[in-house]
Each structure stands twice: as structure tokens, then as C-alpha cells.
């Protein structure tokens, strides 16, 4: 099964966790999923008490949204597995840099049973209005308890980079091969060992005419990366796909030693 990001804009912001089996229980599943996105709902309300407003990049609201949306469901065929929940509660112990900016949004919904996905974007300064945006991307986490054979495992990492370069640096030939080079040496940063890693390098030339032919030629680079994890551990996997995004940026790597504090809310 090939591997795709998440849709547009068309896409139903249904539950974070999907489950997409069917059977003769699927009615009762259907039920149980909308017990599940009712407490969900309610949980995030604003307003409510022990509410807590979401601070850009504080880690963990995937797993806090994951962890009041199973807490309604009483056991059944359509149980979240245990080793998923670890896996995303894994993502929670990561503390982003100050210039990334994580959020939760829908999984894909036909490519694993269970899926969930967050965003990124890197930007010059976390609390500025107009700070300028300079990479974005998406990471997504396919699971399937009975694995699959283009993985070679149970969980799939599916992800994307995207950043603008100068002119002068998407013209360089060998642009394809040094961005793929930053995906590997992430990888290495956080000592992983990967299965079935593969992916692309695209780059497309903006040229300006007209009205706006005072634009300089720029170039938008895209590194879609996938990779199977080891096991449910995807902390160190969240880490290297963060430290691709800040290369592509044009962030310097932070020095050894020094780690990321999690924001003052």
C-alpha cells in the first residue's frame, strides 16, 4: 500500500484516531466513535473547568486530546490499541524548539486502521505577528497491529518539509542529493535505525511577470520522507523529522548539550 499524506481542504476533521475495519459490529463501533468525539468535544471546550489553553508548540495536546477521547468508551471490539496510545503518548515527552510551532490535525482515514498527524511551522519568532514563515511540514503516524509488508513493520512515519530557498540555492544541481542527505544525517542525529526509508526531493521555480515582475526568482523545496520505526518509541523519530524541518529553514542545529525549553505559558 502506498504511502500518502493527509488530504486538502475537503478533508472531514473527524477524530484524531481512526479506525476505518468494518464488520458485524460496525454499527456499534460507529456509536462508540461518536460517544468518542462527543467527550472530546466537551473536554475541549473553552470555558469548562480544568480547561487549558493551548500554547503553539507546547507538546503533548495530541496525546492530552487522544487521552480525554478514550476515556468514554467502554471496552469493545473497538478498543485503541495499548501500544498505540504509548506511541503518541511518546510524542508527548518532546519539547519543540522556540522557532517550531506544533499542532494536532486529522489522520488520513483509509490507509492504516489507526492514524494521527501533526503539523509544523518554523518561524523567525514564536509570539510575532510578523514573524515570516520559514518552513512548514506535516508527520504523520500510520499503525497496523498486523503490520504490512511494504513497511516491514507496524508503524509507518509519513512526512513532509517544505521550505522556500533563494534562487541562486534551487538552482544548484545537486540540490536533490544534499536535501536527502539532511533527512539521513536527522536520522543519524537521533541514532535510528529505520526500515523501507524512501522518498522524494521536488523542486519548483517561482518566476514573477508583470505587476509582480519585481519579485525575485525563488525556488520551494519539498522533502516527502517515509520510514518504518522500530517499535512504539517515536520520540526520537518526532526529534529528527523537527531537526529536517529547521535545516531546510536555514536554523543552525542547536550545540550539544543544549536542549529546547518548553514555553512559559
Request: some cysteine; charged content about 25%; glycine content about 8%.
Amino acid at each position: 500500500m502506498p504511502d500518502v499524506l493527509p488530504g486538502g481542504r475537503g478533508e472531514a476533521a473527524t477524530s484524531l484516531v481512526r479506525r476505518t475495519a468494518r464488520g458485524p459490529d460496525h454499527r456499534a463501533r460507529c456509536h462508540a466513535r461518536t460517544l468518542c468525539r462527543a467527550a472530546s468535544a466537551r473536554a475541549l471546550r473553552p470555558g469548562r473547568p480544568g480547561h487549558s489553553r493551548h500554547t503553539p508548540g507546547a507538546p503533548g495536546r495530541v496525546v492530552a486530546a487522544l487521552d480525554r477521547t478514550l476515556h468514554p468508551v467502554a471496552p469493545g471490539p473497538d478498543d485503541v490499541p495499548a501500544e498505540f496510545v504509548r506511541s503518541l503518548r511518546s510524542l508527548r515527552t518532546v519539547t519543540p524548539r522556540p522557532e517550531v510551532i506544533l499542532d494536532e490535525v486529522p489522520g488520513p482515514a483509509r490507509i492504516a486502521p489507526y492514524s494521527a498527524a501533526l503539523t509544523a511551522e518554523v518561524r523567525t519568532a514564536r509570539r510575532s505577528a510578523a514573524a515570516a514563515e520559514l518552513a512548514s511540514g506535516r508527520f504523520v503516524v500510520l499503525y497496523d497491529p498486523a503490520g504490512q509488508e511494504a513497511w516491514e513493520g507496524c508503524f509507518r512515519l509519513v512526512t513532509l518539509a517544505r521550505a522556500t530557498l533563494e534562487h541562486e540555492v534551487g538552482a544548484d544541481p545537486l540540490l536533490g542529493e544534499v536535501a536527502w542527505s539532511w533527512f539521513a544525517d536527522a536520522l543519524d542525529s537521533q541514532g535510528l535505525s529505520v526500515q523501507a526509508a524512501g522518498g522524494t526531493v521536488t523542486r519548483v521555480l517561482s518566476q514573477s511577470f508583470g505587476a509582480l515582475e519585481k519579485r525575485a526568482e525563488q525556488t520551494e523545496l519539498e522533502i516527502r520522507a517515509s520510514w518504518t520505526a522500530a517499535d512504539e518509541d517515536l520520540a526520537p523519530h518526532l526529534r529528527a523529522w523537527e531537526a529536517l524541518l529547521c535545516t531546510a529553514a536555514g536554523l543552525p542545529p542547536l550545540p550539544d548539550g543544549v536542549v529546547s525549553l518548553a514555553p512559559r505559558h
